[in-house]
């Protein structure tokens, strides 16, 4: 107990030993167990309180916010924690339990005052630190919010060191996503707004600034905005966006439209946010109760290494870069047209769910191609008839190779059960993000109708066929359309989830809005409004009035009126009948690249508007050595890790390598790390492990989203 009663008169001696005692600290003090140790741990942080009060910029001010950032823990794991009291003259041992408000009240004020930017940056650490410990434990701390709101207004503050750790902090709090909707459901597409406004906020000045700690900034705001985009699923992203300052909008916006559009921004510059049709988001549009874009944090008092030429430690300790090379002042564009191809090839694609997946395709253009047998890119491609190469936009190789269909798959395969042609078209695509490749097939229609012999014969008859429909494929309502002079138009919903066939569409029904309906039900990524079918009319265009749109549809109904008068009168006239034809039969294409050319013909590529921005490359020895380039880099960062069973007593390394197995421990902790594999058959070079140092037949791989 001396050593105790000294160290706490030492804790409340003058000012000057308070300082040095928290500046020689270790931040590990209270986490080696020491005896009693946890008995002093209200007096430092009552010491290390006011080391981050005074105003006295030499002070321990570092040393002060790090001794407390090690603490936030502490309180979930001493609910009432025995103390000596530091607010009175004698030694007396109390239960507190409200440790958790001191250390977070000290922490919020200095992350939101503090005068030194190192002691700053801690701060913040801290805070996302204690932020991540409540969100685990459940606990619903009120002052998260406040936390949060001081993080997310730290990344315009203009110490680019400061927002950079901000900008960590909200890349930290990715991996809790779960959790923070749990506590506030909302949180993180708000955090997807801020990081969107922010960016809006920053760029103008960003793009005039000729130093490249700025432009840093805003490309860590454009990773940390994808990273978030990645964390939650696409129909979150497709929600309308709500924002106070948007009452006179009456355009729909989603927070991905947001998106999209501050990524044009950064490519494009900012003079493109002058146009209201480009504009994202504004900090003012996101004010609420939860989140103040405005909080005032106190500058900085003591010179730092800023971005300003003027600062004396910028010239003396730490010169500024300034940005000299091309590729540094197009750096915030590169990164937006980055996350833009990411976004295109993977949200609402990765994970897949037919196992692990990669981020970058390892398929080449000699896979499944039956003019090819060299097992890498060989000059022999260039003599294939099915394979050719373009470049789009001058920014991506496209490869275009059609291969065999593949029969007797799961589910049909790639054609999924419908009639399809005996070829595939294979695109393969190489950019700055990576490599990607999309088989595609030609459908014809259901199996069924395509492999009967039966001829199908048209001709016109006026009688109400009977036709069967499974009750179960599609459901119905009716919708009555009034016209003008009495005309009422009849209009029948249907929700099918089936291929709308001959057999199944009734005569007064329309083929065409049958099909539309049913691309809209299953395959939603076709839909050009979120959530609206395809054969829902298009919302009225603003240069045409109702009166003009209501005398449309009554000149159409009255024509159809009188077509329908004039079949019934004449419908025995022999002029009226017409001989049957013959249903055509299919002939196979004698090109080995008929197919490829359909579906570019199909995507506009050989059209006049894209000829400008389509090339079709020359095939040559420069050609392949490019190509084999980029497969080489690794456009990600890929890491090995061997993680080894030590069984109890085993000590050499020929025991420890011969292990087979773990224990159940070891197997959990393993199987939390990533997806299992089976070595011999994952093609990916990124898993290979080493037969020497390996027995298993299984691996793990893992690949995070970005």
């Not at 493109?272 to 996101?286: E, G």
Request: charged letters at 20%.
């Amino acid at each position: 107990m001396t050593i105790h009663q000294q160290c706490y008169k030492t804790l409340h001696c003058n000012y000057d030993i308070v300082n040095t005692i928290i500046k020689h600290c270790s931040p590990q003090f209270f986490s080696l167990s020491l005896p009693g140790a946890t008995m002093l741990i209200m007096d430092f942080i009552v010491a290390a309180g006011r080391v981050a009060a005074s105003s006295f910029l030499n002070a321990p001010r570092v040393e002060a916010q790090v001794l407390l950032g090690s603490l936030v823990c502490f309180p979930n794991l001493y609910h009432e924690l025995p103390a000596l009291h530091p607010n009175i003259p004698d030694i007396a041992v109390s239960q507190f339990t409200d440790v958790k408000e001191l250390i977070i009240k000290t922490v919020l004020s200095s992350a939101k005052e503090e005068p030194s930017g190192p002691a700053r940056c801690v701060a913040l650490c801290s805070l996302g630190i204690w932020i991540c410990e409540e969100l685990v434990h459940e606990s619903h701390h009120p002052q998260i919010k406040e936390a949060l709101n001081v993080i997310c207004v730290s990344l315009k503050f203009p110490n680019k060191t400061v927002a950079q750790v901000a900008c960590s902090m909200l890349n930290m709090l990715i991996h809790y996503v779960h959790r923070l909707q749990v506590y506030q459901a909302d949180s993180p597409l708000r955090i997807i707004q801020i990081l969107i406004a922010t960016i809006t906020h920053l760029l103008p000045g960003t793009e005039a600034s000729s130093y490249e700690q700025d432009k840093r900034l805003v490309v860590s705001l454009l990773l940390c905005l994808l990273d978030w985009i990645m964390a939650l699923p696409l129909k979150t992203l497709l929600q309308p966006l709500h924002a106070t300052g948007a009452e006179n909008d009456k355009t729909e916006r989603s927070v991905l439209n947001c998106i999209y559009k501050v990524l044009h921004g950064c490519v494009y510059g900012s003079q493109c946010f002058s146009n209201p049709k480009y504009f994202p988001l504004s900090l003012s549009d996101l004010a609420c109760v939860d989140y103040d874009p405005f909080m005032h944090l106190e500058s900085l008092k003591e010179p730092e290494p800023l971005h300003s030429p003027d600062s004396e430690r910028s010239s003396k300790l730490q010169p500024v870069t300034e940005v000299k090379t091309h590729m540094q002042q197009g750096l915030i564009s590169v990164a937006a047209r980055t996350v833009i191809t990411h976004l295109v090839n993977h949200l609402g694609h990765y994970p897949m769910s037919g196992g692990p997946a990669m981020l970058t395709s390892q398929v080449c253009e000699n896979n499944d191609n039956p003019y090819s047998e060299s097992p890498e890119l060989s000059p022999e491609l260039f003599e294939n008839p099915n394979l050719q190469f373009f470049v789009l936009n001058n920014t991506s190789l496209v490869s275009c190779i059609q291969i065999q269909a593949e029969d007797d798959m799961p589910g049909g395969g790639l054609s999924a059960g419908l009639a399809s042609a005996n070829s595939n078209v294979r695109i393969i695509v190489r950019d700055l993000s990576g490599k990607y490749s999309w088989d595609s097939a030609i459908l014809y229609g259901p199996s069924s109708l395509c492999a009967s012999s039966q001829q199908t014969s048209f001709a016109l008859s006026l009688s109400h066929q009977e036709k069967t429909e499974d009750p179960l494929s599609s459901f119905e309502h009716v919708e009555d359309i009034s016209a003008r002079d009495g005309i009422t138009l009849q209009v029948k919903r249907k929700f099918r989830d089936t291929v709308p066939t001959w057999d199944t569409i009734r005569d007064e029904e329309d083929a065409l809005d049958e099909l539309l309906q049913y691309l809209g039900v299953t395959s939603p990524e076709c839909l050009q409004r979120t959530g609206v079918s395809l054969n829902i009319p298009s919302p009225q265009p603003v240069c045409i009035s109702e009166k003009q749109e209501n005398d449309v549809i009554n000149a159409i109904l009255k024509q159809h009126t009188e077509e329908r008068e004039f079949v019934e009168k004449h419908f025995n006239d022999l002029n009226m009948r017409a001989m049957e034809q013959d249903e055509p039969t299919s002939q196979k294409p004698q090109s080995a690249f008929y197919y490829c050319r359909l579906l570019l013909s199909i995507l506009g590529m050989n059209s006049w508007d894209k000829r400008r921005s389509f090339h079709l490359l020359k095939k040559n020895e420069k050609l392949l050595r490019e190509l084999r380039n980029l497969d080489s880099r690794q456009c990600r960062e890929t890491h090995k890790i061997a993680v080894f069973y030590v069984a109890e007593g085993q000590e050499d390394k020929h025991s420890i390598l011969t292990n087979t197995g773990g224990s159940q421990a070891y197997e959990d902790f393993v199987a939390g790390l990533g997806w299992e594999v089976f070595i011999q058959t994952f093609y990916s070079k990124s898993a290979v492990i080493y037969p020497i140092i390996s027995t298993a037949l299984i691996s793990l791989f893992r690949v995070f989203c970005f």
